[in-house]
């Protein structure tokens, strides 16, 4: 139970119980490909590249070219919070918390999957007839002491472009605001480019260079290097088993307090690591 729940006593507080800055939610659900998941582990296979053959004669036997198969696997994870609410409590309270609770839980639960995406994007990917084959991401952009600058978004869109990774595919990249700040400061920047950047800071737009940009605090540090990245949309696959749940029930085993509970169970990993790429950036 949240002992807390006194400072929003009428006596004390405001009758409007206001919820702290943090992430609302999830920012990266719906930018990512999404399946239903059935039970523990799932795989979703995949067909690799054909080779076409030049036929040389007329009358040839026809030649068969093995299509390559691949495979990725997803472990669900469940997540759960809840808390209990006195009844006692709601008497001294004006507004009902109940549905405060469970918006500032669902915001808990919105922002843990944001954090099983992250990881799937830059983490490792378990492939194979098994799923216990492991494969590390290996298109990296460093450059050392820098932030994110223009050559970096460059880099990144030219090995995107270079895997012959489908340009009609929506690219997002995600980054900390430190990264969006980086970017007025790179020095060759054009001036094009620099109204199109201030304009991105400002929140105006959200897209550079066929990017998307999607802002997170939640992204890997490691010392003074924070973990970016950008993919093609159908290059993370977000597996839901089941969707954000929220209930409210009288616990009779607590003195009937309501009890405020949410839920998911989710997966996520990296289809291709050719359609996703990390930008290691100084902050």
């Known amino acids: 139970m949240s002992f ?75 997540y759960e919070v809840a808390d209990l609410i006195d009844d006692q409590d709601r008497l001294r309270m004006i507004t009902d918390p109940t549905s405060s609770y469970a918006q500032a839980q669902a915001f808990a639960l919105g922002r843990a999957m944001d954090d099983v995406i992250i990881s799937a994007a830059t ?21 050392g002491g820098t932030g994110l600058t223009i050559d970096k978004l460059r880099e990144a869109k030219f090995t995107l472009d270079n895997a012959d990774v489908d340009p009609s595919l929506p690219r997002i990249i995600v980054v900390s605001p430190k990264q969006i700040q980086d970017l007025l400061e790179t020095v060759e920047i054009r001036s094009a480019d620099f109204n199109t950047v201030r304009a991105l800071v400002a929140g105006q737009v959200d897209t550079f260079l066929g990017f998307q940009f999607v802002t997170s605090t939640r992204l890997a540090k490691s010392g003074s290097d924070r973990t970016c990245f950008c993919y093609a949309i159908d290059g993370i696959l977000l597996a839901m088993a089941k969707d954000l749940t929220v209930r409210v029930d009288e616990r009779p085993d607590k003195s009937y307090a309501h009890q405020v509970y949410a839920c998911m169970s989710l997966g996520a990993t990296r289809m291709e690591e050719e359609k996703v790429v990390s930008i290691i950036c100084q902050e």
């Open 123 to 143: 983490g490792v990917a378990y492939t194979g007839a098994s799923g216990t084959s492991q494969t590390s991401l290996t298109n990296t952009i460093v450059a």
């Open 4 to 78: 807390q729940v006194t400072t929003a006593f009428v006596d004390q507080y405001s009758a409007v119980l206001q919820h702290l800055s943090q992430q609302k939610g999830s920012r990266l659900r719906g930018l990512c490909r999404t399946e239903v998941m059935r039970g523990k582990q799932a795989f979703f296979d995949q067909i690799g590249q054909q080779v076409a053959s030049v036929r040389t004669t007329r009358g040839a036997d026809t030649i068969l070219n093995d299509t390559p198969h691949s495979r990725r696997s997803v472990t669900l994870q469940d």
